[in-house]
């Protein structure tokens, strides 16, 4: 939101806010009913033959949301619990996890796994870290956070700065690093002559606020760690 309205304060425009789910969000920008999109969409060769991309913004990791069951092991030493907890943020390593690790998950016969519906680079991470995990697709995240705190998934699969709001508004849920390669946060134009002009407008403000340090200052507020600054 806040890159929004300073990318608007650039262009001296008005904005406004759309919400579309992943399955119809490019169509609306190739369609030119929005005249552009901040996601994290990744770059396909699909999506670049219907819009444009920007510079990259920013890139986040992604993790998994499980559920504190006290079923962990106990550990036996620091040297011994800092190895098998090291996909464990700090702040959860003393919780009792069904899962400490993707190694952990592996082990799993009957993994399911909830994941939004359009995901398709998380998909295909998915399917190659944890090849034997059943996915079911979700139009919500708030949903899949309820069917993994009541017991009905054994986790789901969504960007770190999403994992990390959601295990925050539910004290019994806590979550993992998935290892997945990081993706790039841009911006999407339509493939016309006012998109592509937006598109390299987009490129010079991305450029400018890399160089005088405000992406690093707006990713360090709000995909940091501090949320008492939020």
């Known amino acids: 939101i806040e890159l929004s309205k300073r990318l608007a304060l650039w262009l001296n425009a008005d904005f406004e806010f759309g919400i579309y789910d992943y399955n119809s969000i490019v169509a609306a920008a190739a ?19 219907r819009i444009n991309f920007s510079k990259p913004i920013s890139q986040i990791v992604n993790a998994i949301m499980i559920k504190d069951d006290g079923s962990r092991m106990s550990q036996t030493g620091n040297v011994n619990r800092d190895s098998l907890l090291k996909d464990v ?31 398709v680079f998380v998909d295909k991470e998915t399917r190659r870290i944890l090849p ?5 697709y979700y139009k919500s995240t708030p ?21 990390r709001y959601v295990a925050l508004e539910n004290p019994n849920l806590a979550y993992i690093h998935a290892g997945f390669e990081p993706m790039d946060i841009v911006v999407m134009c339509p493939k016309t002559n006012a998109g592509e002009k ?27 760690h501090d949320e008492a600054r939020k």
């Open 132 to 136: 034997k995990a059943k996915i079911d």
């Open 89 to 119: 943020p700090p702040q959860f390593r003393d919780w009792k996890l069904k899962y400490n690790s993707i190694a952990d998950m592996n082990r799993q016969d009957n993994l399911v796994l909830g994941m939004q519906v359009g995901f």
């Open 31 to 49: 369609s030119g009913d929005i005249d552009c999109i901040v996601a994290n969409l990744n770059e396909t060769a699909e999506r670049k033959e």
């Open 198 to 224: 937006l598109r390299d407008e987009l490129n010079l403000f991305i450029e400018r606020l890399r160089n005088n340090g405000t992406l690093k200052a707006i990713d360090d507020l709000w995909l940091g």
């Open 143 to 163: 949903d899949m956070a309820y069917l993994v705190a009541n017991g009905k998934l054994d986790g789901f699969i969504n960007d770190e700065p999403v994992i």
